[in-house]
């Protein structure tokens, strides 16, 4: 999420959505997934509760429809990467390859799914030739999946 929703429970930040929703959440801390369904038969097994600031989501939707986040500006924020998969929110401004991935240490894998031609995109700072890397740019707003070699800090 770019912001800081004002109400940080799933139903809230979902609330103007129609139709059935979906939303994962992947935690690389303990590699485990949590989820959230407006159609789940038994609200125990809705097991996200809450959207934060800086964490990447993917929704499902059974109607093309746009999510519009309302909440507080977050100017400094620091994602705490895992060695191996992190999925994780980018919120800043400026979004041109490598300069977000330039102060991690590298190697860093970057993939990205939200693509107009529902296609993943790859970024990976050893690739042997740069025309592989498919993705150039991070969009605020957007998850993505990021693969560090070691446990470090990125700050964004």
């Known amino acids: 999420l770019p912001l800081q929703p ?9 609330k103007d959505l129609t139709g ?6 992947y935690n690389a ?7 959230y369904d407006t159609n789940a038969p038994f609200p125990w097994l809705n097991t996200l509760h809450n959207m934060d600031y800086g964490k990447a989501y993917w929704l499902k939707s059974t109607i093309n429809q746009i999510l519009t986040a309302q909440g507080n500006i977050v100017t400094d924020y ?7 998969w992190n999925f994780v929110g980018y919120n800043m401004s400026t979004g041109i390859m490598p300069s977000p991935i330039s102060g991690l240490t590298t190697p860093i894998v970057a993939w990205a799914y939200h693509t ?6 790859v970024y990976d700072t050893e690739a042997p030739f740069p025309w592989l890397n498919t993705l150039t740019n991070m969009t605020a707003g957007k998850g993505y999946w990021i693969k560090s070699s070691i446990e470090q800090d990125w700050k964004i």
């Not at 059935?20 to 959440?25: A, L, M, P, T």
């Not at 620091?78 to 191996?84: A, E, H, S, V, Y």
């Not at 107009?116 to 995109?121: C, L, M, T, V, Y």
């Open 6 to 14: 004002v109400n940080s429970s799933v139903e809230y930040v979902i």
């Open 78 to 84: 620091t994602i705490g990467l895992k060695p191996g």
């Open 29 to 35: 801390s303990n590699d485990k997934w949590t989820v």
């Open 116 to 121: 107009p031609e529902d296609e993943w995109e």
């Open 20 to 25: 059935q929703i979906v939303v994962w959440y």
